[in-house]
């Protein structure tokens, strides 16, 4: 080990020490759990009414929301990780920095939604509708972000932002 490693690592080591004796000499910080499971998950929330509702407060963590409207609802920064949103109709819907990680999107209508910086790994989105949509920096497997590209049309209504060129699709 050189004298510059050893005077980096005894830096970081004191710098370390010195943030625990603080965190130790205050008061406790509040912690907070993220849920595992949402109400929909226990609870069947098929077929429910969402349309235009602020949801920014809910999670729907591996819910079952099948066929559910959430026209125009605000669902930015939800956790929707493991629901299953199957046919749901997502038209308009604000998920702006979501959690949609392997969220089940198959046959979901995401029509001028607003996806921008949203997760979606291992999310499934066979016979998706696009339209319009924007997925500004969501970051999609090139598998996927291919089948989607194949699916892509339209300009989204209030970014202006054209479907294809939020996805990167090569022309």
């Known amino acids: ?63 079952s929301v099948k066929y559910a409207n959430f026209t125009n609802a605000n669902l930015e920064r939800v956790t929707l990780f493991g629901a299953n949103l199957t046919g749901s109709n997502l038209t308009g819907a604000n998920l702006i920095y979501s959690d949609l990680g392997q969220a089940n999107l198959t046959g979901a209508n995401l029509t001028n939604a607003r996806l921008e910086g949203a997760i979606v790994s291992s999310a499934r989105f066979e016979n998706v509708i696009i339209e319009g949509a924007d997925f500004t920096e969501v970051i999609v497997r090139k598998d996927i972000q291919t089948y989607l590209c194949n699916r892509a049309s339209g300009t989204n209504p209030v970014t202006g932002v054209d479907t294809k060129d939020s996805l990167m699709c090569e022309y």
């Open 1 to 63: 080990m050189s004298l510059k490693d050893a005077s980096s690592a005894t830096f970081k080591c004191a710098a370390a020490v010195a943030l625990c004796a603080s965190l130790a000499s205050s008061a406790p910080l509040a912690v907070f759990a993220i849920p595992q499971t949402s109400t929909c998950a226990t609870e069947s929330c098929d077929n429910r009414d969402y349309s235009g509702k602020d949801l920014r407060n809910d999670f729907f963590t591996k819910g």
